[in-house]
């Protein structure tokens, strides 16, 4: 069968979104590449840079207004004008991250300290930092290199290589 | 279900090589599935096996980070003990199913 024949040996994934969901789907994944000793390397641009961010990277939000898949506690459709209200788009995302350590599921610094453990790779994009005025310091210290999208391409070359934008 | 001769006793294992009946494991048959996987056993794998068949018993998700937070060994090192997929690896070695855990 092709799957058995042609096993992915290495993800590349890019993360661009700076949400809990965004971030955390990237982080899933690639820790889980380095789980099946796939080569895996992420790459971090525009808002997914908070994920690599020393000051925002373990205080994530999600979107509570103009989500319609947000729902109440119980099952009920959560009211957007709701969202609107100070501290509920903060309070719903603490919620959201107590409930992800009930499973397992690491804060940000630490699950990507696991990635690294592995030997997973984590950069930064560099016109996105030049956007935000943020520089090398900023980041998180595991951050392996800050690149232009010319070297990414170069990083992800090699048969039986995904590139994955989640 | 397969079965399989490992250390001269007969083990029940599904296609894939995990064991059907945890209870079957033994030390002896743990050195000899290592050795297939290319691993040399020491005290340190033995301490993860024992970690992991303990969580097993108990019911409790088998996660890379509950061996990080073992005592036993860190992240880094557990994958150095069991190279390439650690934790698929240790689970066929220490005679439990495949873990079905995402993180």
Redesign the interface.
Request: aromatic share 0%; glycine share 24%; no cysteine.
């Given at each position: 069968m092709a799957n058995e024949e042609f096993p992915i040996k290495k993800i590349c994934l890019i993360c661009a979104k700076g949400t809990i969901e965004d971030v955390y789907a990237a982080l899933?994944m690639g820790?889980?590449a380095v789980?099946?000793?796939i080569e895996t390397k992420m790459f971090f641009t525009f808002f997914g840079l908070d994920a690599i961010t020393k000051k925002t990277m373990n205080n994530l939000h999600t979107g509570v207004v103009g989500n319609p898949a947000m729902r109440m506690p119980g099952g009920l459709p959560f009211p957007t004008i709701l969202g609107a209200l100070p501290g509920v788009e903060a309070g719903v995302s603490a919620m959201m991250r107590s409930q992800m350590e009930k499973?397992?599921?690491?804060p940000v610094k630490?699950f990507l300290?696991?990635i690294e453990?592995?030997?997973g790779e984590i950069y930064a994009c560099k016109l996105a930092m030049d956007m935000f005025k943020l520089k090398k310091d900023d980041l998180w210290e595991g951050v392996k290199e800050v690149l232009t999208v010319g070297q990414f391409y170069e990083k992800s070359g090699g048969l039986q290589t995904q590139i994955i934008f989640t | 279900m397969a079965q399989k001769i490992i250390a001269g006793v007969t083990i029940d294992v599904n296609e894939e090589g995990y064991f059907t009946n945890p209870a079957q494991w033994t030390k002896e048959i743990a050195v000899e599935i290592a050795r297939e996987e290319g691993i040399q056993l020491t005290d340190k794998h033995l301490a993860v096996l024992d970690f992991l068949r303990e969580r097993f018993s108990k019911g409790e998700a088998l996660t890379i980070r509950s061996v990080g937070n073992s005592g036993i060994i860190d992240i880094k090192g557990f994958y150095g003990l069991f190279p390439g997929a650690p934790m698929k690896k240790a689970a066929k070695v220490a005679g439990i199913p495949k873990p079905a855990s995402c993180v």
């Open positions: 899933v820790n889980g789980m099946e000793g499973l397992d599921i690491p630490e300290e696991m453990a592995g030997g | -």
